[in-house]
Structures are given as C-alpha cells and as structure tokens.
C-alpha cells in the first residue's frame, strides 16, 4: 500500500512558541491531504483538507489562523500549530488518499503527539 | 456530511470469545473502509468493502457490506490480545473534496489474555 511519512512523531513546545509537522506521501503523488486531530480515547476529527497549490479548506471551529496548512508539493503537507498553548495539546495525523475512481482509501501518517507546556 | 454511527464504544473480552463490531447509516454509501489503530500510531487500513452484500475475510476477521449499502460489520472470531486496538469504519463524506472520509466514532478493543 501507499506510504505516508509523519514528522516528528513527538514534540514538546513551551506556550506561545510555533511547531511544524510535516506529511508526505513517500511513493505516490497526493493533490489533497487531510489533518486530523486525536483525543484519548476517541476517534478522528477532521480539521482541514490541504490543497497542493491552493489554500487549505478549514471544518467550522477550526482557527485557521492558529492552524497554518501549506501544501507546495505533490508530495508534502505543512501544519503549523502557532502560538501553540497547553489546550493545543494533542495526537495530530495527517493522511493522503489514492486509489481509482471507485473508491478511495485513505493511508496515515504515524501522527504527532504534540504537547505544550 | 453523511454519518455513520459505530457500536459499541467499548468492548473488553477474554482472549478466544467472538465479537461484533457495527456501522450503521441512514446514508448509502459507495464503499465502507475499516482501521485499525495502536496506541500512539496513525490507523493502518484493514479492508475496503464496495458491493452491497460482499463479505471479505482476513485471517479471522470478516468484514461485510449490508445489501443496502449503509451499514457494515466486523466479525472477529477468536478473539486475541494482539487485537486490541481502536477499530474506525469510514465512508465518502461526499462533496466537493476528493477523498474526504467521515468515520465512525471508534470501538475501543480490549482482549485480556
């Protein structure tokens, strides 16, 4: 199946400071990316869909303005968590879908475990 | 957005019982896909089911898709420790964004040896 490459898996960031997190897609070009955030216990959130050349396409509630998204390549996805506070605290996966026309399945990045102190 | 509600939230066996996990939808949907996730690892796809009423089975996991397209379960028979994890099922969200999923809200697996 596809790869999906996740960077960093883990990071500790003191509030107020920015984190990047990057996704790429190792063997196969991805025009759209996705962002989602994890809490314990609890099932995936979407917060954004990356588009490569184009702005990132927000879900009601998410701050885009906290949540940078870049996607300047086929292959690569920024997130960028800024001013990051404790509340910001979470498990962040990105994802990259391929497949025909059918149907689509969406491959995972190993995710991020941000935490903010 | 189409939903899908998945159940139960929570399932905590012992190791050789049978579980059921279901996703139900008052939508139809053109395919189902099922994960699983680890603890502090992205969710790995398990299968996808695309016609109604197919039934897939990967080792002791069997996957069905309902005739109408908008439920799926996950049998697992035997069930071991190595199968704990969170379980998503997810479908097409449906709108202009090209493979954007919607998921279930998750089983949470525990198999005690």
């Known amino acids: 199946g596809a790869v999906v490459s996740q960077h960093p898996s883990r990071v500790i960031c003191k509030s107020g400071t920015s984190v990047k997190i990057e996704c790429r897609s190792l063997?196969?070009?991805?025009?759209?990316m996705f962002w989602y955030r994890q809490f314990p216990k609890k099932s995936l959130m979407l917060m954004a869909t990356?588009?490569?050349?184009?702005?990132?396409?927000?879900e009601q509630g998410v701050e885009k303005d906290k949540f940078l998204i870049n996607h300047a390549s086929l292959t690569l996805s920024t997130l960028t968590v800024t001013s990051a506070h404790p509340e910001d605290s979470s498990f962040y996966i990105c994802?990259?879908?391929?497949?025909?026309?059918?149907?689509?399945?969406?491959?995972f990045g190993q995710g991020t475990r941000l935490t903010v102190v | 957005t189409q939903l899908l509600e998945q159940s139960p939230q929570f399932l905590s066996i012992q190791e050789g019982e049978n579980l059921t996990v279901y996703c139900n939808s008052s939508s139809v949907f053109s395919s189902l896909q099922w994960y699983r996730q680890e603890p502090g690892e992205g969710p790995v796809l398990l299968v996808t089911v695309v016609t109604g009423g197919e039934v897939k089975k990967l080792k002791r996991l069997t996957f069905q898709f309902g005739d109408a397209r908008k439920d799926s379960s996950l049998h697992i028979t035997a069930a071991q420790p190595g199968d704990t994890g969170l379980y998503l099922c997810a479908g097409p969200a449906g709108g202009t964004s090209y493979g954007k999923l919607t998921f279930g809200q998750g089983t949470i697996l525990t198999v005690h040896p």
């Open positions: 990356s588009n490569e050349g184009s702005k990132a396409t927000y």
């Open positions: 063997d196969f070009q991805a025009t759209t």
């Open positions: 994802s990259a879908n391929a497949g025909t026309g059918l149907y689509t399945e969406a491959f």
